[in-house]
């Protein structure tokens, strides 16, 4: 099968592998596992933040990093296909009490969740009204994913930010594919993570890592992150095994994602995609019928994912290589 539903797919290569058993452990509850140590201090000074905290999912660093900016009863504004929103099942209204409002930004079919700052800007809504529900935070997401793994603008990043700053509203930012933007922009990482309040980065989507993300912030905020995590249940205990094949992945699958944004632009050449509109790991097909191609695909070995009835995703990752790229392009050309 050549599975392009996801870049979460990925499975650990030998060479990972081979790094996990040997990993150093400990109890991370008890904060002495020197691989999780090792893994937060290297994510935290990447991002050009304070301190960082392993956590087991993108959806765990998310909702504690919004935890962290908004008390509830107040909300978080974001875009209306995001993740935080979208997938992670009402997590922030169900275990924190926290409020979401969304925008609609960007064009549909056409850089969909688009950042624009003065958009979310005008919708923030005031601390000291007697009426009105608090916007504590802002959550942006890059690449964003249903808008297709576009890459968010630099100068609106940094214009939310720096008006952000005059507000008093938290900026947090779901950056499970942050490596996919910096890689295609040539934006350094520290420069994304330095505007925003808290981050949310995940290893195991394009970087290949079996399981983890990694929340970055201050050390105030990391330290309460940390009794967030436990309660949700997620204080691992030797889960350096688990930090090793992350430590692994920054060291030899970051610079490699260029490799699959290349074969991203193949695959949008191939089925008559517009290749300007593929930014980084991700294909989309509009206005097509999901349902029967996707059965088609599967029966001739190949997998993709059905966003809608009428789109598909492809995703572009490290256990997808130039042939199966080709042999995935011939079947999806001929079916469409
Ligand atoms: N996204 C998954 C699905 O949930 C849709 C995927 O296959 O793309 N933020 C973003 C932008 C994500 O795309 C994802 C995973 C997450 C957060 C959540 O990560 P996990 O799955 O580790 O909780």
């Not at 499975?11 to 140590?37: C, F, K, Q």
């Not at 935890?67 to 924190?96: N, S």
């Not at 330290?223 to 889960?239: F, P, S």
């Not at 789109?311 to 199966?324: G, Q």
Request: charged share 20%.
């Amino acid at each position: 099968m050549i599975d392009l539903r996801s870049d979460t797919v990925t499975r650990p290569t030998a060479a990972m592998r081979r790094v996990m058993a040997e990993a150093e452990v400990g109890d991370d509850v008890y904060g002495e596992d020197p691989s999780i140590n090792a893994l937060e201090e290297r994510v935290a000074g990447m991002f050009g933040h304070e301190a960082a905290l392993f956590v087991p999912s993108g959806t765990m660093g998310n909702q504690i990093g919004m935890r962290l900016v908004c008390e509830p009863g107040q909300e978080v504004l974001c875009d209306a296909d995001a993740h935080v929103v979208t997938y992670e099942m009402g997590a922030a209204a169900a275990i924190f009490g926290i409020s979401t409002r969304t925008v609609v930004s960007g064009t549909p079919g056409r850089g969909q969740g688009r950042l624009d700052a003065q958009q979310l800007i005008d919708q923030v809504r005031p601390r000291d009204d007697w009426h009105l529900t608090a916007t504590a935070a802002i959550a942006v997401e890059n690449t964003h994913n249903r808008g297709g793994g576009i890459v968010q603008p630099l100068d609106e990043l940094r214009s939310l930010w720096n008006w952000s700053r005059e507000a008093g509203v938290a900026v947090h930012l779901d950056g499970a594919r942050i490596w996919n933007a910096a890689v295609a922009s040539g934006t350094e990482l520290a420069t994304y993570g330095r505007l925003a309040d808290t981050a949310s980065v995940c290893l195991s989507k394009g970087l290949g890592a079996p399981v983890g993300s990694v929340l970055v912030s201050s050390a105030e905020r990391i330290a309460t992150a940390r009794l967030w995590r436990k309660r949700l249940g997620g204080g691992m205990r030797q889960a350096g095994v688990l930090a090793a094949a992350g430590l692994y992945a920054l060291d030899h699958h970051l610079d490699r994602l260029a490799e699959d944004h290349e074969h991203a632009q193949l695959l949008a050449k191939r089925l008559g995609v517009d290749p300007s509109s593929v930014e980084t790991n991700m294909v989309v097909l509009d206005d097509v019928a999901a349902p029967v191609i996707a059965e088609a695909a599967k029966a001739q070995g190949v997998l993709v994912s059905q966003v809608s009835a009428r789109k598909i995703r492809l995703v572009t990752h490290l256990d997808v290589d130039r042939a199966a790229v080709d042999r995935a392009a011939d079947v999806l050309a001929a079916l469409l």
